[in-house]
T-cell receptor, first 112, second 117 residues
Framework: SQQGEEDPQALSIQEGENATMNCSYKTSINNLQWYRQNSGRGLVHLIL?????REKHSGRLRVTLDTSKKSSSLLITASRAADTASYFC????????????FGTGTRLQVTL | GAVVSQHPSWVICKSGTSVKIECRSL??????MFWYRQFPKQSLMLMAT?????????EQGVEKDKFLINHASLTLSTLTVTSAHPEDSSFYIC?????????????FGPGTRLLVL
């Protein structure tokens, strides 16, 4: 299966600034999820947005979904050094047994 | 939330040996688990879907005889890398499907780093 594309591949910002990451995918989906991965560690689930939703918030995270453009964005507001990680989008299509297809990821570096 | 563990967290082995990695769902039953491989600075690539009590389903290009998967119980799946070679060195991550959540809900283990010398 083809992976989705994320941009930018890498992003470096200062603490307090906002970080925006974009994800594009190719097929129709049930939902889209965002994950964080600290270097050499497992994945942490951040947020899930269903295909019939357009925007979702969770703390400092804001996710949008545009199914007509097959794209999503993740906004992290007031970033912190602890937000430094790789961020992946993953799409789910098909039934409950559906697999996840991961995007290429964005490496975020937040400096003090 | 649901917890998935992996063991070992890292392993170094000699070329030609076999390595077994365990994936356990600690507080829920998982009829389906997934195995991913991740190379440095790359995304996760699904290797196979592990179904309890039946044969695993492998993704295109993944050798089933090379990567043996056994899902003998509702809480344990194992991945055995047979006759490992340096090119098999990678980060292996498992996940377990949660049937009670939205489609595609999976809980991920912390990963196993394999280094083949």
């Amino acid at each position: 299966s083809q992976q989705g594309e994320e941009d930018p591949q890498a992003l470096s910002i200062q603490e307090g600034e906002n970080a925006t990451m974009n994800c594009s995918y190719k097929t129709s989906i049930n939902n889209l999820q965002w994950y964080r991965q600290n270097s050499g560690r497992g994945l942490v689930h951040l947020i899930l947005i269903r295909s019939n939703e357009r925007e979702k918030h969770s703390g400092r995270l804001r996710v949008t979904l545009d199914t007509s453009k097959k794209s999503s964005s993740l906004l992290i507001t007031a970033s912190r050094a602890a937000d430094t990680a790789s961020y992946f989008c993953a799409t789910s299509s098909g039934g409950t047994a559906s697999k996840l297809t991961f995007g290429t990821g964005t490496r975020l570096q937040v400096t003090l | 939330g649901a917890v998935v563990s992996q063991h070992p967290s890292w392993v170094i082995c000699k070329s030609g040996t076999s390595v077994k990695i365990e994936c356990r769902s600690l507080d829920f039953q998982a009829t389906t688990m997934f195995w991913y491989r991740q190379f440095p600075k790359q995304s996760l690539m699904l290797m196979a879907t592990s179904n309890e009590g039946s044969k695993a389903t492998y993704e295109q290009g993944v050798e089933k005889d090379k990567f043996l998967i056994n899902h003998a119980s509702l809480t344990l799946s194992t991945l055995t890398v047979t006759s490992a070679h340096p090119e098999d060195s990678s980060f292996y991550i498992c996940s377990a499907r949660d049937l009670t959540g939205p489609p595609g809900t999976q809980y991920f283990g912390p990963g196993t780093r394999l280094l083949v010398l």
